[in-house]
């Protein structure tokens, strides 16, 4: 049995942006704009959403403390500055950060404890605020999953909140608002969309739904994702990269990831490696690892990335989607190999016991135990 559950209205198209004020209008309560220091307002879309709130007669509060990737500590002091300027409706613009930042206010906003409780397993005791998601990257789909992915800074530990009241009410998918993004944030992201969507359409949890937004996922994102990077400014590209983005987001709410994002998690945690970057370099070693148990997929895979396979047998295509992988990251310069950024074969205990709890890991189509996961980590050093 599989389960598709999306209750997020999704408005997408070029310059859909406009419909924010409109959006927010529809809900009561002050909004507050969840957002990084400088990307967004860079690129003058943290004062375009400004604007758009304002001209719906709406007074919104900017909270733009979201730096790297998303902490409980930001969390905690997002969540004390709506509750002191009566917010009640949040908006997360910006990449998956800012959106699993906003999401946690939001769902914690109006519950009692704190989020540090619940990072550590305190049930949720009812719904959140509601939350209107603009993401300003294509690759983490954060828009419309239903989990906040955060590190708690005392730890190191990175884990997701999650639950079914967390989803975006809205989310506005507007691929102009990526056209800023530079090369290797366009890379990186990018790489992470091509992980989720390759991981939701091979993992144990997928389904006739989740596959056909995979497939397509990886379609669009393996013919835009070289050409945004190369030119940011070809609209195409950024479209196909937005809207491949969006359906890997959602074919992985249902159908969940494997074992890349199980591992990705704790050594971007601990060697402060960015998210999309270690996801696209695991890929293709996890892939060569999973051969054997996603052969027909795989195959699939390489033909959706365009491989020409006619004339293959199915383990030759599986192959084949392997090195197109590969192929691809080396020319979005995504590194190939952990001790770039400093990883040891000595530290590797500490990423296994910590990978191995992950919903993720457990999700992978070649069950992973502490050993699979050594060997993969291994292969990537």
């Known amino acids: 049995m599989q389960r598709f559950f999306l209750p997020t209205e999704v408005i997408t198209g070029r310059g859909c942006f406009a419909q924010l004020g409109e959006v927010a209008a529809r809900f009561d309560g002050r909004p507050m704009i969840v957002c990084g220091r400088r990307a967004v307002r860079q690129a003058g879309l943290l004062d375009r959403a400004v604007e758009l709130l304002r001209e719906k007669g709406l007074a919104p509060v900017v909270f733009d403390q979201v730096v790297g990737e998303a ?5 905690e002091e997002g969540l004390a500055r709506a509750r002191e300027e009566g917010c009640s409706l949040l908006v997360g613009l910006g990449g998956g950060s800012a959106m699993d930042t ?17 990072h550590e397993g305190r049930p949720l005791e009812g719904p959140g605020w509601p939350l209107i998601t603009v993401p300003t990257t294509a690759g983490t789909g954060a828009e419309v999953t239903k989990n906040a992915v955060l590190i708690n800074p005392r730890t190191g530990v990175k884990k997701s909140i999650r639950d079914d009241s967390w989803f975006a009410r809205v989310a506005l998918v507007d691929p102009l608002n990526t056209v800023s993004m530079p090369p290797e944030i366009t890379a990186s992201t990018g790489s992470d969309a091509l992980t989720q969507a390759i991981e939701a359409f091979t993992s144990i949890g997928a389904g006739p739904v989740t596959d056909a937004l995979a497939m397509r996922a990886i379609e669009l994102i393996g013919h835009s994702l070289l050409r ?14 937005s809207m491949g983005s969006l359906m890997a987001g959602m074919a992985m709410a249902s159908a969940r990831l494997g074992g890349v994002h199980g591992m990705a998690h704790p050594l971007g945690s ?17 892939m060569e690892y999973n051969l054997d148990y996603a052969v027909a997929k795989y195959a699939q ?63 992978n189509p070649r069950p992973l135990g502490a050993e699979d996961v050594r060997r993969i980590l291994e292969a990537a050093l």
Request: proline share 5%.
């Open 301 to 363: 895979v390489a033909h959706l990335l365009g491989v020409d396979i006619e004339g293959l047998s199915t383990e030759e295509a599986a192959r084949r989607a392997v090195e197109k992988v590969r192929e691809l990251m080396e020319a979005l310069h995504i590194p190939a190999h952990l001790r770039e950024f400093g990883v040891t074969k000595e530290g590797l205990g500490r990423i296994i016991e910590e990978s191995l709890p992950s919903g993720s890991l457990k999700h």
């Open 270 to 286: 601990h060697y402060h490696i960015p998210h999309g970057v270690v996801c696209g370099l695991l890929l293709p070693y996890t």
């Open 71 to 75: 902490d409980l500590a930001t969390v």
């Open 228 to 241: 945004a990077y190369q030119n940011g400014q070809d609209l195409d590209a950024r479209e196909g990269m």
């Open 102 to 118: 906003a999401k946690a206010i939001a769902g914690l906003g109006p519950l009692p404890g704190t989020v540090w409780e619940y």
